[in-house]
């Protein structure tokens, strides 16, 4: 592999805006998936890479977001957030895949397969535009259903809580970028690629 480090990749760009960190991370995208950027970036990118899209994710759209529309973030948000020292958020999210209180694996589902969990998680109601398919989801009686909108939403909105004021637009430390660009500042001398 390349010997790049971080800093040759950011070209003396300043870490402390918001065009360094989306630069950065948009270097990252350009491997591809997840799985393909874990195999060739340094554990420092990744980790980077992963804190800010969940930060800037949850800037625009909330956890929901993250969780329904970048489920393939999911395993790797809690290592991230102890990685880069929001402990806070790391614990939060420890458990974060099982968010979807059902006995199914939502990795291994394709798109349309999980809007259909998503749907049924968030109690939207059988109709015109959604209709209960899976077999897995058909056997759940209407209150336990209820009980699993609760839960799902219970989660969602602890960790909106324990966000907002971290990572929202008017929130201190660099409207919530100031973590990222101290880890980018501690690493800019690693290598960007494994």
């Not at 800093?7 to 948009?26: F, P, R, Y």
């Not at 990744?46 to 993250?66: E, P, S």
């Not at 957030?81 to 402990?87: F, K, S």
């Not at 939060?92 to 199914?104: G, H």
């Amino acid at each position: 592999m390349k010997t790049e480090k971080i800093s040759d990749v950011l070209q003396g760009m300043d870490v402390n805006t918001e065009d360094a960190i989306v630069a950065l991370s948009d270097k990252v995208w350009e491997i591809g998936e997840l799985s393909e950027i874990k195999k060739q970036v340094s554990d420092t990118v990744f980790t980077f890479h992963i804190v800010a899209n969940v930060i800037g994710i949850c800037k625009g759209d909330g956890w929901q977001a993250i969780i329904e529309e970048n489920t393939k973030l999911l395993p790797y948000i809690s290592h991230a957030m102890y990685e880069i020292g929001l402990d806070k958020i790391g614990e939060a999210t420890e458990n974060i895949e099982q968010i979807f209180p059902l006995n199914i694996d939502v990795f291994a589902l394709d798109e349309d397969r999980l809007c259909e969990v998503v749907n049924f998680v968030r109690g939207s109601r059988e109709g015109k535009y959604f209709t209960i398919t899976m077999e897995e989801l058909k056997g759940y009686t209407s209150e336990e259903r209820k009980q699993i909108t609760a839960k799902y939403s219970e989660v969602c909105e602890k960790l909106e809580d324990a966000t907002e004021n971290m990572w929202g637009y008017n929130s201190p430390d660099n409207a919530g970028w100031g973590v990222v660009s101290r880890y980018l500042e501690k690493h800019m001398q690693d290598n960007f690629w494994k």
